[in-house]
């Protein structure tokens, strides 16, 4: 094992994929020259030139159609947004485009292609960077979602998000780019669809992705104090869902928590709470708590984000909860 | 380009006459309620095609565009009885019955849809360009749209683009004069959409899109440019529709005097009367052509009759490249 920053494990995921395969390009604002807004495409100029690392003007509706135009013949492009807020004004080109090219055409054109970027709030940064729009993307069939949360996950999910020959949604997080973490030697993958079991406990389960998973782990550490074992999932990719690890959780538990950063309206905790009761109904002996972000666009005030944010004091009321306690 | 010779009209006219009774057949059953969804026929526009496909190399062009989209696959060799059934809604249509009228592809013949979201498909048409140069290919890529699709965003950033990476494009307005119900005048300060190529130092002209003749010759020195590494051009194609914008459209915002006008420019009577004019065939050869089309139409239309209608998990087979796509369940 070697210890990386996740913006590491990102550019070597992409760095590696790119070795093996030519067909392969990053486009994107800043990605070349810059060597990434948040140095996440550090020394991939230097090393695969101008026709594969490609700086654009400030077009992502333009330049996320040129990728699923060429993803149709014969190129397998990464774009990248410098957030996923921007990708809002391309978003016609990923779920008109990429994600139902493959359909509509009767399965003729497969779009083998990964849109990137960091994704939810980074500090202060108000209602228009502060967005969280994985379910979204995940409600979108043809695309997939991808969320890791540590360095470790993010190159193995990356580089199988590369390799994969449908359009993939892989979000980072600017507030993640500087975290260390321990990384395998040598080539991985990490299959997508697959959720991982982060903590093991008995009496309550917390199902979390992206980077607020790390105020579940900080709830859970405080809560094993009072003797309180806390599971904690981290789902990696949110479409398609890996239903099964959770409610095989539940099953164990009888209680669920899910902490999503994301408008609390239909989002991707709502999607787990209707699968959990349908499957798991029996088993459950509390009501679902989802923790999310306010019901509002984000607020600049510190004291306002904090009041705005989930957090692990939220984890841990909502653990008391479910638990009667 | 190939010569435009005797053969170029005599062929030009059956298949002008072909798409314009194919898209007549069309109209027929749709108001028998054969074929649904929305409907958009290309009677009027014959001689953008005819022209174009002319001055394509079609071992290795490429063709992308909007909705109005059921001949230019046929003119590239796709088969006519497969885009019929493709709006019949059968298993046996070019998108076994996934996209319906307004979408069509065929990979084979490298005609990349059918695309219905107004100028959602102008940065695909520079995308497939920009793989051509990425991969060192020598095809041309010919992107069109309509004039409507000329005041979106989406035209702008793939022109800025396009130009700054001097992609192999040729993008091309069919200008019919009207956005649904919306005339070109009424959508810009002025009217020679062919000018919005200056801005980005694109060349860019207006050409007459009722003769085919005229469309291959400008589309020939657009090919030949974008081939031989000179960029993208920008034609604005000027030809009319003779129908409503789709089967719904009842027509309020243009005078009938004003179709039976356009009507006399009519390019496949234009087509004919060169022909006749020059003496390359006889009223009894021309019967011999329009009997010929009538029973290809014909044999298309019976093909999308007696295909079978998909199977019902095609819906899903179809979404994604992955075999074993775990899809949510939607009913009891």
Known sequence: MKTIQFREAICEAMTEEMRRDESIYLMGEEVAEYNGAYKASKGMLDEFGPKRVIDTPISELGFAGIGVGSAMNGNRPIIEFMT?????????????????????????????????????????????????????YANCPGLKVVVPSNPADAKGLLKSSIRDDDPVIFMESEQMYGDKGEVPEGEYLIPLGVAEIKREGTDVTIVSFGKIIKEAYKAADELTKEGIECEIIDLRTVRPMDHKTIIDSVKKTNRLVVLEEAWPFGNVATEIAYQVQT????????????????????PYSPVLLAEWLPNSNDVIKAVKKVMYK | MKRITKQTYLQWYEDMLFWRKFEDKLAQVYINQKVRGFLHLYNGQEAVLAGALHAMDLTKDRMITAYRNHVQPIGMGEDPKRVMAELYGKGTGTSQGLGGSMHIFSKEHRFYGGHGIVGGQIPLGAGLAFADKYHERDSVTLTYMGDGATRQGSLHETF????????????????????????????????????????????????????????AKEMDEAIQRARSGGGPSFLEIRTYRYRGHSMSDAQHYRSKEEVA????????????NHIYEKKWATTDEIGAIEKKVKERVKECEKFAEDSPYPEKNVMYDTVYEQEDYPFLPHKL
């Open chain 1, 84 to 136: 996923f807020n921007f990708s809002l004004v391309g978003i016609d080109q990923i779920i008109n485009n990429a994600a139902k090219m493959r359909q509509m055409s009767g399965g003729q054109f497969n779009i083998p292609m990964v849109f990137r970027g960091p994704t939810a709030s980074a500090g202060q940064l108000a209602a228009t960077h502060s967005q969280a729009f994985e379910s979204w």
């Open chain 1, 279 to 298: 499957q798991a109904f029996d088993y459950l002996d509390a009501p679902v708590v989802k923790l999310n972000t306010g019901d509002t666009p984000a």
């Open chain 2, 160 to 215: 800025n683009l396009a130009t700054l990476w001097n992609l192999p494009v040729v993008f091309c307005v069919e200008n019919n004069g009207y956005a649904m119900g919306t005339s070109v005048e009424r959508t810009a300060s002025h009217s020679e959409i062919w000018k919005l190529g200056l801005g980005y130092e694109m060349p860019c002209k207006p050409v007459d899109g009722m003769k085919p003749e005229v469309v």
């Open chain 2, 261 to 272: 006008r356009k009507q006399e420019e009519d390019p496949i009577d234009y087509v004919l």
